[in-house]
């Protein structure tokens, strides 16, 4: 469904665009003096289509930097997290390590078998493991 949906959406604004390449070819100059108009120091001249790519390009790459910044404190605070959560399975390695060597080695309780009536009464458990 969400490739179908792309495709209606990016289908039409493809064909949107070449129509407009082809309707605007001519060249348009672009100046960047503004203190003469007439004989401008630094200016281009270029496809009409061309000079509107370009600028898109430039006005995503901004945004993407624009959003990158703007997330700095959830990186930072995702680091933290990360170093803290390191920090307590750390801990908690040496506190069962120590634990261990203090007490030593724990036996564990014997597994329930089927035709014993124990926790949860004759009827035992289903396939999921819930009491019946």
């Known amino acids: 469904m969400r490739k179908f949906l792309t495709a209606v959406i990016a ?40 000079l509107i790519i370009a600028i898109a ?3 995503v790459m ?19 997290h990360r170093a803290d959560a390191q920090t307590a399975r750390d801990e908690l390695t040496s506190f069962k390590a120590a634990t261990l060597a203090q007490n030593g080695p724990q036996r564990l309780p014997a597994p329930f078998q089927a035709n014993q009536t124990g926790l949860y009464g004759p009827y035992g458990r289903d396939k999921q493991g819930a009491a019946l």
């Open 11 to 50: 289908i039409p604004l493809f064909v949107l665009f070449v129509v407009f390449a082809v309707a605007n070819r001519h060249d348009v100059t672009v100046s960047f003096d503004p203190f003469n108009s007439t004989d401008p120091a630094l200016a281009v001249s270029m496809p009409l289509f061309a």
């Open 57 to 59: 390009i430039l006005g």
């Open 62 to 80: 901004v945004g993407s930097l624009a959003t990158w910044i703007g997330q700095r404190r959830w990186r930072r605070a995702a680091r933290q």
